[in-house]
C-alpha cells in the first residue's frame, strides 16, 4: 500500500519524524509530500525543506519525499494514492483534519485519510513553536533532529531574525 503524508514541515520536528518513522513500518510505500502553499510565508523553501527531510529519511528504504502544490486529492491521483495519513497531537487538531479527510472525501471518494496520534513527548510540538524559541534564542535541541537546528540556526542568523531576540 502506497501512504501519502503531507504537510508544511516548516521545518520538520521530531514530532513529524516520529510520524514518518512509525508510519514506514506499517505501509509498502511511504510519500512525504511538502506542500508548496503561496499563501503562506515560510522560514525554508520547499527545495530546503525536502532537502532535509531526504536527509533524515534516507535510511528508511520505503519513504521517497518530494513536493507538491495545488490540492492533495489532485496530487495522490497523480502518484495513484488512494491513502492519506495524518498525525494528530491533541484534540483540536483532529477537528481540524477531520474537516480536511472530510473534504478531501468529498472530492474523491476513493481517498481514505488515516490518523495517527504522536507519541506523548511531541504533543504540544509544532513546527511555528519551534520557529518562534528559536528566533528568540531558546533552547529547542529535543524538538528536532540535528541537522534542522543546523539549519534553522543559520537561517535565523542571516535571515535577521537575530534582531527580534529579547535580550
Known sequence: MRVVYPGSFDPPTNGHLDIILRSSKLVDK???AVLKN???K???SVDERVDMLKELTK???NVSVTSFSGLLVDFC???ECKTVIRGLRAVTDFEYEFQIALTNKTMDEEIETLFMPTNTQNLWL???VVKEIAIFGGSYDKMVPD???QKLEKKVYE???KDARIH
Do not use: A, N
Open 30 to 32: 511511504l510519500v512525504v
Open 38 to 40: 503561496p499563501s503562506k
Open 42 to 44: 515560510s522560514m525554508f
Open 59 to 61: 535510511d528508511i528504504h
Open 77 to 79: 491521483r497523480e502518484i
Open 126 to 128: 509544532s513546527s511555528s
Open 147 to 149: 541537522i534542522v537546528k
Open 159 to 161: 535571515g535577521g531574525f
